[in-house]
């Protein structure tokens, strides 16, 4: 190990360097950390023997340190992401070796996402190869921008030093092209240990730092200069009472007394704090921490206290890069779980901008299904706002995971590359008879009642039952049919996902308008998808929007078939059907839920009547 005249830390309070290696398979990343770990003493004695044992009686296998799974160790292979940790005199560290086959890319890039730095390995032998530079990409794709080019190997090719220099020369120029910054290259051999903790007395001809140097002297962005911000991640109760907030800080400095933001309205200063279990006056990026606020803020996981002068913003749209992870193809408009920082909520797949291409590096239009290991530009419409910034400014609250709704499956990772703004610089024209106003003259409360349900549900009759019952009451309503409207608001889309989508957002924008002109609206549509009905209860607002599931089930619904479409749908001359070859996503917890298979359609109209003249309704 490399000596130091400075001060040995102690080691709880050694700075930790996160960082990846990446490359081709069989470059030797495997052997590159094992070393590290072997001359740090990071092994236990039970697994150094098992590697000798690996490698033959005088032979270590330094790869077997790191290959920790039976499938690796039997393949020969990386294939999933290996994390170690080791300490020097100097510096904590925990390293990420990423698979460099192909179809393990979705582990490189998760990998990539936490790291300060990427440790390129290139053979000497083989040059840089088709993995090496999918790999560079991926890495400055997804957060990294620091990079070591670390020619592996070099003892195969006898310590050549025009071999290294050509390599690393055209490793530097891509790393250029991929707006990675290099702070060191080096020629090196992880199987005998050359320059990786100690010269290697081949290579007389380098007289740059070894490995270990570079990995011990490197400072990532310090994050304790920005502002401060301090994703929830628990909130718990004091003995005695009160509440802290738990969680780390994702930037800036924080001391006992500072005056913290939640939101507009929502501010508190800190009068308690705590690190690593003790009573703590200061914390900064990085830190651990417990704090009490006086007064105490209703805010729980998810919520992000900041400076004042530093508040977070609130997006509802965001335009992503993210890797597809699923076997299954990416659908538009399907609603799935997001986790971004410490806030969890519903996203639904909008536009698709492209493909990234890894070897051109550029984003092509896409033209078939998103599949595993594609990464993709798109955006996302959460179904309630969520704290957010861009990956490249803050880490923690610019990468996100989507995960399967019901098996919780993660299907994609990704970074935030902006907040994407829903209105437009078009300046909105007040008129002085206002919505209350009309609502006022009519002598009733608007509202839109939004029947959503299966075709055959019993949507259609139960709207024209209850336009007829709302008419006898002298109530001024209207009906706003799916079936109808494709016959001209929505005669240009189709079934296609992103085309539903499309229908719903202009259906939800007509019945605001009728809405504001005091009218009660009855809204008859499948409307499939979680996040566009919750998209559609945010355009009209949520106090005049009812969401009522009209329920019976698909059989049922079949069975009935009152317009023939099932029947269409089965022999084949009706694709995209909902139910049978395009998914309904039902309400978890609707204003109003009607069993259509055990009531009738008058009792239906009855409840509905029922819970509008119930006192939370009524004028």
């Known amino acids: 190990m490399s000596a130091s005249t400075e001060t040995t830390p102690d080691p709880a309070q050694r700075k930790r360097l996160r960082f990846l290696t990446c490359g081709s398979v069989d470059d030797g990343k495997s052997t590159l950390i094992g070393r590290l770990l072997h001359e740090s003493g990071a092994i236990f004695e039970d697994h150094l023997a098992e590697a000798l044992k690996a490698g033959g009686t005088d032979t270590l296998d330094l790869s077997f340190l790191v290959d920790g799974l039976k499938a690796e160790r039997e393949q020969g292979i990386t294939i999933d992401i290996a994390y170690r940790y080791f300490m020097t005199p100097r510096r904590a560290f925990l390293i990420a070796d990423a698979p460099g086959h192909e179809q393990y890319t979705r582990n490189q890039a998760a990998a990539a996402s936490q790291a300060d730095l990427a440790i390129v390995v290139i053979s000497a032998v083989d040059g840089i190869k088709v993995q090496t530079r999918r790999h560079m990409a991926i890495a400055g794709l997804f957060g ?18 025009n071999r290294f220099s050509n390599i690393a020369r055209d490793a530097a120029l891509l790393a250029a092209k991929l707006s990675l ?53 628990h909130v718990a109760r004091l003995e005695g009472g009160g509440r802290v907030l738990l969680g780390q800080v994702a930037s800036g400095h924080l001391a006992l007394g500072a005056r913290l933001r939640a939101g507009p309205g929502l501010e508190a200063e800190v009068c308690g704090l705590w690190a690593v279990g ?78 990234v291409d890894l070897d051109s590096l550029e984003l092509r239009a896409l033209t078939g299904e998103v599949r595993t290991n594609d990464i993709v530009v798109t955006s996302l419409v959460l179904s309630h706002p969520l704290a957010a910034m861009p990956f490249h400014v803050l880490k923690a609250l610019g990468a996100f995971i989507l995960m399967d709704r019901i098996s919780r499956r993660t299907l994609a990772a990704g970074v935030v590359l902006e907040l994407e703004q829903l209105g437009t610089n078009v300046p909105w ?52 049919d799916g079936d109808n409207l494709r016959h001209g608001l929505n005669a240009d889309l189709g079934f296609t996902d992103d085309d539903r989508v499309e229908n719903m957002r202009r259906v939800a924008h007509v019945a605001g308008l009728m809405a504001d002109a005091g009218l009660i609206v009855i809204v008859s549509l499948i409307a499939p998808f979680t996040v566009e009905r919750a998209r559609a209860r945010e355009v009209i607002g949520s106090h005049r929007f009812a969401e009522v599931f009209v329920d019976a089930p698909l059989d ?41 298979d055990q009531i009738a359609p008058d009792d239906a109209v009855t409840q509905i009547l029922a819970w509008m003249e119930s006192p939370a309704q009524s004028v």
């Open 144 to 161: 990294v921008e620091n990079v070591i080019l670390a020619v592996n190997k070099m003892d195969a090719v006898d310590w050549d030093e």
């Open 181 to 233: 910054r290099v702070i060191g290259a080096l020629p090196v051999s992880a199987r005998e240990g050359g320059n990786v903790v100690s010269r290697a007395d081949q290579a007389g001809w380098y007289s740059g730092p070894v490995l270990i140097d570079l990995l011990e002297t490197f400072e990532p962005a310090d994050l304790a200069q920005s502002s401060f911000r301090f994703p929830v991640q």
């Open 278 to 355: 003790e009573a703590a006056d200061t914390a900064e990026a990085g830190d651990a921490v417990a704090l009490q606020l006086t007064p105490e803020l209703d805010i729980g996981r998810g919520s992000v206290l900041t400076s004042p002068d530093a508040p977070v913003e609130l997006a509802r749209r965001l335009k992503v890069r993210m890797v597809w992870l699923a076997e299954e193809p990416l659908q538009h408009g399907m609603a799935y779980d997001i986790q971004l920082g410490s806030a969890h909520g519903i996203a639904a797949i909008g536009r698709v901008d492209g493909a």
């Open 429 to 480: 024209q007040a008129f002085e008879v206002t919505p209350s106003a009309r609502a006022l003259q009519l002598r009733q409360t608007p509202l839109v009642l939004w029947l959503t349900g299966l075709s055959g549900s019993g949507k259609s009759t139960i709207a024209n039952l209850l336009d007829r019952r709302l008419f006898a009451l002298r109530r001024h309503a209207t009906v706003l």
């Open 556 to 596: 049922v619904c079949a069975q009935r078939d009152p317009k023939g479409h099932y029947r269409r749908a089965q022999t084949g001359q009706l694709n995209q059907f909902t139910g049978l070859n395009s998914r309904y996503e039902a309400p978890e917890a609707p204003d109003l839920h009607l069993r259509t």
